[in-house]
């Protein structure tokens, strides 16, 4: 049995976790693309992967400008960033402290190691000779602490509650990508810059070559059996973990419920009939499912007397959430 | 290459490795031969991968200064202490005798027919006037009348070797986390020099106060009671070592806003509903444990617990009241304790004490308070203790009017010349000041953990040794019976 407490603070560290090694890869992924554009081009492709990180007015209400220092330097570092690489990485550690006694030693150890390589980051002052030494530092930081965290934790509610994190963090971010890509005010869809930053361009070339087809991209991007990011996949995971954690007196519950619906209409082919017609409306109607099920996660798992438990580490980037 | 011990200048009072014509003590020989052969880079590389293990780790404490916490990893000299096996088993054998006549105390107080008190052998006006004598302890028997279930008791040396006891810590002693990762660092750093020794292990404190937990568990709980560490959180200086002590023993870490009281029986608020709880191992002191008893501001604690403890559902660890057996007042009578209550006499005697509410032992000190400490009863963490040789006229003044205005208050001792060890300073050893706070646990039987924390002043000359004033810490080795431990009579 697993504390409430606990349950939910590597619910947490999980989406923490995601959200850094996501935020790094984009990012990474928008530096290349942007290379190849004009100076107004590239505004747009900060503004558009902002846009998907929901952190467009966080970013404006900073002082920084849609250049590519500054936007790296936002979301890798910037204090006022909730949503920056650093402030993920710390809220990770703080939540993975906060259950120490149910984290194993050597993850809690490559935590500590990325934290504190992190926050020794400084990146206006290395960004422009070492920006790929920081992403692959990131990166490799991120993959160490879910290598050992599939390979040395106990498949107990702990690692079900950071898997369930993880994995609806992760939908939240593949569906914004997206969402953000249909609407381009360019009127570009950059279906390879998309797969890239999902980690299934290769997949997707595989099945499609060098198409660069939106809808076939978003069908990829949502039902993908087999590509990891896919929405379709981290849903099957979330269930699984949600059936994991059924008791005795609890039969079936709420967001287990939300996550197979929403698996099965993806599974049998009901969304993606729809997607051609209004791409944005269907993808929208996805992501608010997907909102609504980590709410309930919240508000059945853990607050289902309604007691307040008051975790100020809890702070989430952007007014949506 | 010049030897580490190039500049080793004896330091006043014992020194653990050299005697006094300056040979090695037998039970250092080795090690000191193992140092002789490095030199001031290999211990900055071996310093560096240790304080590195310790980053890694996260293992630090957090120093409080202008209301901030920094947090700092934690110091560990690289020259382990040695305790010969002939001394330790001494030691052993005069830690649970006190211990035990401590806990007999405690039970004849708080549960028994006030027997001591009664007999005279401690001043009643003494315990009842101790702001940690908790009158909410009254009538609550503990199983075997294991009050004490985790004592930690400070140990020095005195200028020919012997051991005293300085402090007896009976409510929340802390430390142990740092024994066990010290050892494992060490581990680390030097396999080597283990070769040579064979050292008692320390890794097997999560099993042992396991099993003295599950001892002393309510009897309705059965074979296998439900153990939870209670931490104050995250923010407290000692969280690292509360997580240690669930993950060592494989129970959870609580917080009071995770346990609930319902019927006079604790539950922790769980994924699957409320799951009942037998033992907690509490690391938050006895007024902030329930909002409702004690202090009402407290949020820490869980309302209703003293309920279920009177109701005998719970048994929390250690009891409610210990304070009362580790005032600095009571401290004095313990050696009659162990007479009373064993008659045996004490293996390891006090720092010489004298009670100034006592007629005679007042006039005997003081016309010479600038060769003694000055300890108030009342206060605690080191305030208003004034140490003669270092003291002006003026405060020596001070001190002989408030011994003389209100005797009651005043306990007067003898100056303690620390014993000191070889420690790392810079590129060459010097003596260091230390202490010892070896464990012991108490449930169905009282057993004294091998070794202990070991304390050490950084700065030379310096007797501090609190790690939240610079102080550091060192592995404490105790040698096994089966070797040649050839330090049997070295000290």
């Known amino acids: 049995m697993i504390l409430v407490r606990h349950a939910e603070s590597l619910y947490w560290a999980g989406r923490y976790l995601e959200r850094a090694e996501c935020t790094s890869r984009w990012l990474d992924v928008a530096s290349r693309t942007a290379m190849h554009l004009l100076p107004d081009e590239a505004a747009t492709e900060w503004s558009e992967l902002l846009r998907a990180l929901d952190l467009k007015a966080d970013f404006e209400a900073s002082q920084h400008r849609a250049v590519r220092r500054d936007v790296a330097t936002f979301l890798l570092s910037a204090p006022e960033n909730p949503g920056s690489v650093r402030s993920s990485v710390e809220a990770l550690r703080e939540n993975l402290r906060v259950a120490r006694d149910r984290v194993p030693v050597e993850l809690w150890e490559e935590t500590n190691h990325l934290h504190l390589e992190v926050s020794r980051l400084d990146v206006e002052a290395t960004y422009d000779r070492g920006s790929h030494e920081i992403y692959s530092m990131i990166r490799e930081g991120c993959q160490t602490i879910s290598g050992v965290l599939g390979e040395s934790m106990t498949r107990d509610e702990g690692h079900a509650f950071l898997v369930l994190g993880r994995t609806l963090e992760r939908s939240v971010l593949t569906l914004g990508l997206l969402k953000v890509s249909f609407s381009n005010p360019r009127g570009v869809f950059d279906g390879e810059r998309i797969l890239r930053s999902s980690s299934a361009l290769q997949a997707y070339r595989r099945l499609h070559g060098h198409r660069n087809d939106p809808v076939a991209t978003a069908v990829f991007l949502l039902d993908a059996p087999d590509v990891p990011r896919s929405v379709f996949s981290c849903l099957r995971q979330a269930e699984a973990r949600l059936a994991m954690l059924r008791t005795g007196t609890l039969s079936v519950s709420v967001p287990e419920q939300l996550a197979g619906r929403l698996r099965s209409r993806l599974e049998y082919g009901e969304i993606v009939s729809r997607l051609g017609d209004d791409p944005v409306a269907v993808l929208t109607e996805v992501d608010d499912e997907v909102r609504a099920l980590a709410e309930s996660v919240t508000t059945e798992v853990f607050r289902p007397l309604g007691e307040a438990i008051i975790h100020t580490q809890f702070v989430r980037p952007g007014r949506n959430r | ?491």
């Open chain 2, 1 to 491: 290459m010049p030897s580490l011990f190039a500049e080793y200048e004896m330091a006043r009072g014992y020194d653990e490795v050299f005697a006094a014509d300056g040979t090695v003590r037998p039970r250092y020989d080795r090690i000191v031969e193992r140092f002789s052969q490095l030199d001031a880079t290999d211990l900055r590389r071996v310093e560096a991968i240790i304080a590195d293990e310790f980053r890694r780790l996260g293992i630090t404490f957090t120093v409080y200064s202008d209301n901030e916490g920094i947090e700092r990893t934690w110091p560990m000299d690289l020259f382990p202490r040695v305790i010969a096996a002939s001394e330790w088993s001494e030691l052993e054998r005069g830690l649970e005798q006190r211990v035990t006549a401590l806990n007999r105390f405690l039970a004849d107080l708080y549960v028994g027919e006030r027997a001591a008190v009664l007999d005279g052998i401690v001043p009643e006006w003494l315990v009842t006037s101790s702001s940690c004598f908790e009158r909410n302890a009254f009538g609550i028997p503990v199983p075997y009348g294991a009050h004490c279930m985790i004592a930690g008791i400070d140990l020095v040396r005195g200028s020919d070797g012997g051991y005293a006891v300085l402090e007896d810590n009976l409510r929340n002693p802390s430390g142990i986390s740092y024994v066990v990762e010290n050892r494992a660092a060490m581990a680390k750093a030097f396999p080597n020099l283990f070769d040579d020794h064979t050292v008692q292990p320390v890794d097997q404190y999560g099993a042992m106060l396991r099993a003295t937990l599950e001892s002393v568990a309510p009897a309705p709980a059965g074979d296998t009671p439900t153990i939870v560490v209670l931490t104050p959180g995250v923010y407290n200086s000692a969280y690292f070592e509360h997580a240690f002590l669930a993950r060592s023993m494989g129970v959870e870490l609580v917080e009071g806003r995770d346990l609930v009281v319902d019927g006079q029986v604790v539950y922790a608020r769980t994924i699957g509903g409320l799951s009942p709880i037998d033992v907690i191992y509490r690391r938050i002191d006895d007024q902030f444990l329930d909002p409702v008893a004690f202090r009402h501001d407290s949020s820490l604690g869980v309302p209703g617990l003293l309920g279920a403890i009177r109701a005998g559902t719970v048994t929390v660890c250690n009891a409610l009241g210990n304070g009362v057996a580790d005032d600095k007042a009571v401290y004095a009578y313990v050696p009659e304790m162990i007479r009373y209550y064993l008659g045996e006499e004490p293996v390891i005697p006090n720092v010489t004490t004298y009670l100034m509410w006592e007629d005679e032992q007042r006039e005997s000190v003081l016309g010479r308070l600038d060769e003694l400490v000055i300890k108030p009863v009342a206060e605690s963490g080191g305030y208003g203790i004034v140490i003669g040789p270092h003291a002006t006229d003026e405060e020596l003044a001070l001190a002989h009017r408030n011994i003389v205005d209100d005797p009651r208050n005043w306990i007067v001792q003898e100056v303690v010349d620390l014993s000191s060890l070889a420690s790392l300073a810079g590129d060459h050893l010097e003596p260091r000041h230390l202490d010892l706070r070896p464990f012991v646990l108490t449930g169905e039987r009282t057993q004294v953990f091998p070794g202990g924390l070991t304390r050490v002043a950084m700065r030379k000359g310096s007797l501090v040794v609190n790690s939240s004033q610079g102080g550091g810490s060192k592995d404490t080795w105790v040698l096994a019976e089966q070797t040649a431990d050839g330090g049997a009579n070295a000290s």
